[in-house]
């Protein structure tokens, strides 16, 4: 059974605070994203990678950086949390030329105060 | 803006009728078209694709249509289950930068009452 998992179900961080939100996959997908979930905005991809140390940015870059060091791992980071990052965060990846069928983690909701 | 819009927030159907989502979207570069499925607290679920040379795709229950010309696609949902419950997203995809990217709509939460 392919498996997303995120590190953290619910965060609560403050102002300021740089925060890491981890995303694993044990598909050896080469694809990883990063969306925002916000009500009424559906998903706005932050960060995609297609390859390890490789990134591409999103819709939605500002205020946002990531990581990714091996395959399976892709990591989001807020350098300076802001309370307009509050936000359901969630990952997904895919195999090259299946883009369009993403497989989703169950989202990290952060909670900036 | 955004290029992918679903318009209605939430639908309500009872069991065993038809339910109708509906999407559109505004940039003609859109190849590919999706929707996907989320309960609470899960992830997103892959539902159901078409591509931008058909008009209609059919998985058992689900029917999409995609009607190019108004830009306008829809999910059919025949007949409809409490299960279906849940929030719906229509999805654009588009080739940028190095790879395909899918841009999401706001979604409509389906309420099917036994």
């Known amino acids: 059974d392919v498996k997303v998992t995120q590190s953290s179900r619910y965060l609560v961080k403050r102002t300021g605070e740089k925060v890491f939100l981890e995303c694993v996959q044990d598909?050896?997908?080469?694809?990883m994203f990063w969306y925002r979930q916000d009500p009424g905005l559906g998903l706005r991809l932050i960060y995609f990678?297609?390859?390890?140390?490789?990134?591409e940015k999103g819709d939605i870059p500002e205020g946002y950086s990531v990581s990714r060091e091996k395959k399976e791992r892709f990591s989001l980071i807020l350098e300076s949390a802001s309370t307009n990052q509050t936000s359901m965060y969630l990952c997904?990846?895919?195999?090259?030329?299946?883009?369009?069928?993403?497989?989703f983690g169950p989202g990290t909701r952060l909670t900036v105060t | 803006d955004q290029q992918v819009k679903q318009n209605s927030p939430s639908l309500s159907v009872q069991e065993g009728r038809i339910s109708i989502l509906n999407c559109d979207y505004t940039?003609?570069?859109?190849?590919?078209f999706l929707w996907y499925k989320k309960y609470p607290a899960e992830g997103p679920t892959f539902l159901i694709s078409i591509s931008s040379i058909k008009d209609k795709n059919e998985d058992g229950r689900f029917t999409v249509f995609l009607n190019k010309s108004a830009k306008h696609l829809s999910l059919h949902i025949v007949p409809s289950q409490p299960g279906d419950s849940a929030v719906y997203f229509c999805?654009?995809?588009?080739?940028?930068?190095?790879?395909?990217?899918?841009?999401f709509g706001g979604g409509t939460r389906l309420m099917v009452k036994p």
């Open positions: 940039n003609s570069m859109f190849d590919y």
């Open positions: 997904a990846s895919s195999q090259p030329g299946q883009e369009s069928e993403q497989y």
């Open positions: 598909m050896d997908h080469e694809n």
């Open positions: 999805a654009a995809r588009i080739w940028r930068n190095a790879g395909n990217m899918l841009t």
């Open positions: 990678s297609y390859d390890v140390k490789m990134k």
